[in-house]
C-alpha cells in the first residue's frame, strides 16, 4: 500500500538520499557534472532544506511503501501571493518510476490546492527533460511559458513554465 505523508526537519537525510538516487539519472544527460554538483549543494544541503522548510513556506511529502520511502515533492501554496500551487520538486526513485507514484503525487497536490482554494497547479520543468514533460503532458500541463534563470556561477536552468487549472 502506498501512503503519502507529511515530512520534516527530521526527514532531510531520507530527503537528501533520495535525491541523490534520482538526480544523475534525471539530469546527467542534460546537465553538466559541474551544474548538476552545484545545483545538489545549493537545493538540497541540509542548511539550503531547511530554509526552504522553515522560512520560505516549502511544504514536503515523501511517498512509502511498505515503510520503504520511494518519492517526494515539496509545494508551497500562494505562490507569489495569487492563488497558485507552486510544485518546486517532484523525483521518483528510478526503480520506482512508472508504476503510478507521480500521478499520486499530483492528484495528492491538486486536492490539497483545492481545499485552500487556489485555482492552478503550476511547476517549471527542464526544456530537455523529455520524460518529466511526456508526465506532465499526459497529466493535463500546458506549457505557458519559457523562462532562462540564472542560478548563479553562471549556470542557468532552462526552463518550461507548466500551468493545470484545478
Ligand atoms: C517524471 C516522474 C515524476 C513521473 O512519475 P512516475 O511515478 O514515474 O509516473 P507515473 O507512473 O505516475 O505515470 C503516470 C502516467 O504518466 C505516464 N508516463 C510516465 N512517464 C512517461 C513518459 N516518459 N512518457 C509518456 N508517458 C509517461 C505513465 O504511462 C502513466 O500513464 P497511465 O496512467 O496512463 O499509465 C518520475 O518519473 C520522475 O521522478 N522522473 C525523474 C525525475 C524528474 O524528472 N522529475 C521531474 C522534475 S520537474
Redesign the pocket.
Known amino acids: 500500500m502506498i501512503q503519502i505523508l507529511p515530512a520534516g526537519i527530521d526527514q532531510i537525510p531520507l530527503v537528501q538520499k533520495m535525491a541523490t538516487e ?1 538526480w544523475p ?2 539530469f546527467g544527460k542534460i546537465l553538466s557534472q559541474e551544474q548538476l554538483a552545484y545545483m545538489m549543494r545549493e537545493m538540497y544541503s541540509t542548511s539550503a532544506l531547511k530554509e526552504q522548510m522553515e522560512k520560505k513556506g516549502h511544504r514536503f511529502l515523501i511517498g512509502y511503501e511498505e515503510r520503504k520511502a520511494l ?1 517526494f515533492t515539496s509545494f508551497e501554496t500562494n505562490y507569489l501571493e495569487k492563488p497558485h500551487l507552486k510544485i518546486h520538486k ?3 526513485l528510478p526503480e ?9 503525487f499530483l492528484k495528492a497536490l491538486e486536492t490539497r490546492g483545492q481545499k485552500e482554494a487556489m485555482k492552478s497547479l503550476e ?4 526544456k530537455y ?4 514533460l ?2 506532465y503532458y ?2 493535463g500541463f500546458k506549457k505557458f511559458r519559457e523562462e532562462v534563470i540564472p542560478i548563479g556561477n553562471g549556470f542557468v536552468m532552462d526552463d518550461f513554465s507548466l500551468i493545470k487549472p484545478i
Open positions: 534520482t539519472s534525471a518519492g517532484l523525483y521518483i520506482a518510476q512508472g508504476k503510478g507514484l507521480g500521478s499520486r511547476l517549471n520543468v527542464n527533460n523529455k520524460q518529466a511526456d508526465f499526459k497529466m
